[in-house]
Each structure stands twice: as C-alpha cells, then as structure tokens.
C-alpha cells in the first residue's frame, strides 16, 4: 500500500509564503511533502517590489533593513552580494543628516529653531518605545502618561509632550518671528511637529497617531545597527529564496476566491478519507490540501471576513475575526518624479527637502497648495545629484493619489515646490511613478500596527492555527492544523517588516515539520 504524501499548499508568494515553501522543501523530511505555492499575482514578491524608473532602481515597497544586527534579511543580502552595486539605487546614502526646512511660504527655517522640536520628538518616541531618555527641560513623560485616561494612543501622548513642552517654556510665544510672513513662533513649533508625526505615520501606516496604541509600542522589538537599503533590489533576497524551489512549485495567476475547510468534521467522506481543506480559484478551478498555510495581507483577511465576502468557509471563530478586525492596517505609498533637466545640463542640487506646512484648516494656507500633500514631510532626490525625487503618502492622501492622474500629481508638487522654495519658480516634472497599494484587490494596503483597541494578544490571536482542536478526546476530531496563518501581521514583535514576515514563514513550516516528526507518517 502507497501512503499519500501530506499535500500543504501555500497561499501567496510574498516574503512569507516563499520563506516557508523554502523550509519544507531545504528540510530533510522534504520528499515527505508534496509542496505547492499558489500566488494570485504575475510575480512573487508580495509587498516587495523593486523596479527600475527613469534608469535608476528604486523600490515600490519594502525599501529598508530595520537594523542589520540580527536581521536574516541582511544576512541573505550579505551571502548573495545584494548589499553592493554599480548601479545607484534609492536612498543608497541613507537619510540625510542636513535637510533644508521650508515654511510654508518660502520661509527658511534654521536648524536652531528646528532641532529643539525635533529632539522633542524623538525622544518622546524614545519614551514610547521604552528607552528611559530625558524628554526635555520641564517634560516628564511617565507623568504625560499617567495623566492620560483610558486607552491611551501614541498620537494623544505626543500631543500632550508637546503642551507640557510649551508650558515649561513659556507657551511657545504668540509672536511672529522675523522673517517667517505670517507665521508665529508657536504655530510653526506645532508645524514642524506635525511634520514629524507624519514621518511617524509613514512608519506605522496609521492613518492617525491617535489610532496607534500607547502600550503595545514597547512590545515591538527593533534590531540593532544600522537601517539600510539594499543596493541590488529587496527582490534579490526573495528571488534567491525561490531559486531552490522546483519549477512548477509556485503556481502565478492562481488567486484564491474561497478556502473550504472542516470545523469538528471528520475527514471521513463515504468511508475513504480526504483531504480536509479545499481551495476554490477564481477561475473556477480548485484544489485539495491536508495544510494550507495563509499569507494573505491582513488588509484581504480583513475583506474576506467582512459581510460580502467568505474568504472562509465555514467561517472563522469569532474570536479571530475579532482580532482581524481590532488590529489596524493602513496604507503608505510612495511617489517618484523625474525633474527636468536644467539648460546648462549640470547635476541636480534638489535639496532634501522637509516641509512645514499650514494646518489644512486654517486661514494662513496658501489655497494654491493641493489638501492631499499638507500630510505628507519630505521631498528629497532618491541619492545625491540624481534627478528622481521621492515623497511618501500615508491613510487618506496615500488613497487620494492612487486616484489621481500624472498630470494633476506633477502640478501638485511643481506648485507646493515653487511656494517653498522661490528659486525652483521654474521647475518641472517629467515623469510621475506613485505606488497603489490601497487599491491593489491582492494587498489592500501595506503593513499592520496594533491600533487603539487592540494588543499584542490579537496579533497571537491571529496566529494560531485552525481548528483549535481543543477536545481531542471526543469524537469525531477535526484533521489538525487544516489553516496557519504567517505573515508580517501575524508576529508579536517584529510585525509590519519583511523579518517579520519571513520569521512567521519559519515558524509556520517548523509547525509542520514538527507536526509530523511526531506523528510520524
């Protein structure tokens, strides 16, 4: 008698999905499994997309190394010699250390004036995520915290840093500042606050920091050393990842419509057992599997529990759709813009560029500058001297752009540069690139956070496999681990990253391959 090989069928061929396929079949038990990788797009990659524009390679989506030390993404780069390139590459000189700041206007801002509000806010930041930092002179943030109520978020704590600031420095001044129009000194202390709260958004996809939860700051874990780009592409690592995997293994084009599975079932179908997980395509085709690991983004695990979807059938326990629901998801897109080369043909000298603008409510805005670009912080060339400029969108703007043409984009910025910066009067867009990762039916957005409402018990929560097979001494019993989940949602401490993501895939495929080193087969 031939004994059926565990078929395990992963869906989606991001980081995840493509780390765990990697594990199953590099393991020693590999010619135990039948292995397929089933990804609803034309590519792998996920959420990592590196391309070129213009001639120079930029990155759609994931774009940094969060600490060297520690990172198996880094410690692939190094091993395939993606961490060097002849060719130049997106922010290969790292984020600049001398931005020229622009108030609305066309007003400099000097960095005396700058730094002291930066400082603030980064070491408030340093006290959300658990360093013990001295924030400012007169600003104690154990007592910003312990004054706050309730389910306290990392926006309202900041907010309040910065009025304790205020009143341990006189109110900030009500006066205007030589120079700067009509602008006050305590207006533009809270302007470039703002900016930096929208760098912040940029990180965490979190439409507001006040969606974004106080506690669960301190459970996210980062690793040390440097943050850095890699210079080859962020696809280079997913690509020696699949490079081992047979052809025929990862199956594009197959995007999943329905995943059936047996809750307290029995995997007994008129006396001949079956496999107890079935995957219905789009097409119409499907597909049975013992394990289906789901990759999916939490933006599609949250359509496919929603009223007029049933990603699931039957659907998931209430408890899991709870934490779908409670944990938050945003979108963050990036928008590149090629500038017009100058007569005299020279190198370009775009600054990097932060900018502070008027709140989108008041009666100083210039009435020119386009709502969606008042949330964004920086417009800065992709390394020095080249000619494509960068800015990120993040929540309702980074939504709006998807919806706007190249057109109405490159006047956008040609306006708000030339507001800024009155030597650009003449400065053009040729080209536009932004991102779409709101709208994109596979990804629905781009990373997860633990929003106000939610914890780290969620992300858990999220993470167990199905069924829970809790009472297996009452008959009949599920099949066990029928549905895992992995990807960057579903890691306590390092979600929203590709790591994150990638340990997930590990954690998944070591579920399996401990699964049946003790059952044996």
């Known amino acids: 008698m031939v004994t059926k090989k565990p078929r395990i069928v992963i869906v989606g061929a991001g980081m995840a999905g493509i780390t765990a396929a990697n594990k199953l079949y590099s393991s020693d038990s590999a010619q135990l499994f039948d292995v397929s990788v089933v990804e609803g797009g034309a590519r792998i990659g996920g959420r990592i997309s590196s391309s070129e524009f213009c001639g120079d390679r930029i990155e759609q989506g994931a774009t940094w190394i969060h600490g060297i030390e520690g990172s198996p993404v880094h410690e692939i780069a190094r091993q395939i010699n993606s961490l060097h390139s002849d060719q130049p590459w997106e922010c290969m000189d ?3 250390e001398a931005p020229v700041t622009m108030a609305e206007g066309g007003h400099v801002l000097k960095p005396s004036f700058v730094d002291p509000i930066s400082s603030l806010f980064k070491n408030l930041m340093d006290f959300v995520q658990g360093s013990p930092v001295d924030i400012a002179d007169g600003v104690v943030g154990a007592e910003i915290a312990d004054n706050c109520a309730g389910n306290l978020s990392v926006g309202s704590f900041l907010r309040r840093g910065l009025e304790a600031y205020w009143a341990a420095n006189g109110g900030g001044g009500g006066k205007g500042l030589e120079g700067v129009g009509n602008w006050s000194r305590k207006s533009l202390q809270e302007a470039i606050f703002s900016m930096h709260e929208s760098i912040q958004r940029t990180f965490t996809s979190a439409d507001d920091l006040c969606c974004l939860d106080y506690n669960a700051e301190r459970d996210y874990v980062m690793f040390p050393g440097d943050e850095i780009t890699i210079a080859k592409g962020y696809s280079t ?8 995997l047979p052809a025929g293994m990862i199956q594009l084009g197959r995007e999943v419509d329905r995943i059936e599975w047996r809750n307290g079932k029995s995997s007994e179908v008129d006396g001949t057992t079956t496999p107890p997980v079935k995957l219905h395509f789009v097409d119409g085709s499907t597909m049975s599997a013992d394990h289906v690991i789901v990759t999916v983004s939490l933006g599609v695990l949250k359509r496919g529990i929603s009223q007029d979807s049933s990603l699931f059938d039957p659907p998931l326990p209430n408890h899991k759709n709870e934490a779908i629901s409670k944990l938050g998801y945003g979108v963050v897109n990036k928008v590149f813009l090629q500038l017009s080369p100058p007569e005299n043909q020279e190198p370009s000298n775009f600054p990097f560029l932060q900018m502070v603008f008027h709140p989108p409510d ?11 670009i008042r949330r964004t912080s920086f417009l800065s060339p992709i390394y ?3 000619r494509i400029v960068l800015s990120w ?15 109405e984009i490159s006047i956008g910025f040609k306006k708000t540069v030339s507001n800024l ?16 990762w709101g709208t994109n039916p596979l990804f629905l957005g781009s990373y997860s956070y633990v929003a106000v409402g939610s914890s780290i018990d969620d992300i858990d929560t999220l993470a167990e496999p199905l069924p829970e097979n809790k009472n297996l001494d009452l008959p009949p019993p599920s099949p066990p681990l029928q549905i895992l989940f992995a990807g960057e949602a579903t890691h306590r401490t390092h979600y929203s990253t590709t790591h994150g993501a990638y340990f997930s895939g590990l954690r998944e495929a070591n579920r399996l391959l401990k699964h049946y080193s003790c059952i044996g087969i």
């Not at 690592?237 to 081992?244: D, M, P, R």
């Not at 008041?362 to 969606?372: A, T, V």
């Not at 929540?395 to 706007?404: K, N, P, R, V, Y």
């Open 94 to 96: 790292g984020i600049s």
């Open 362 to 372: 008041s009666e100083s805005k210039n009435p020119d500058l386009p709502q969606w």
């Open 393 to 407: 969108f993040t929540g309702q703007e980074a939504l709006e752009i998807e919806s706007l043409s190249d057109e």
């Open 421 to 436: 910066l009155f030597e650009a009067e003449g400065i053009k867009f040729d080209k536009v690139l932004r991102t779409k």
């Open 237 to 244: 690592v997913i690509e020696h990842l699949a490079s081992v």
């Open 384 to 386: 020095t001297n080249s």
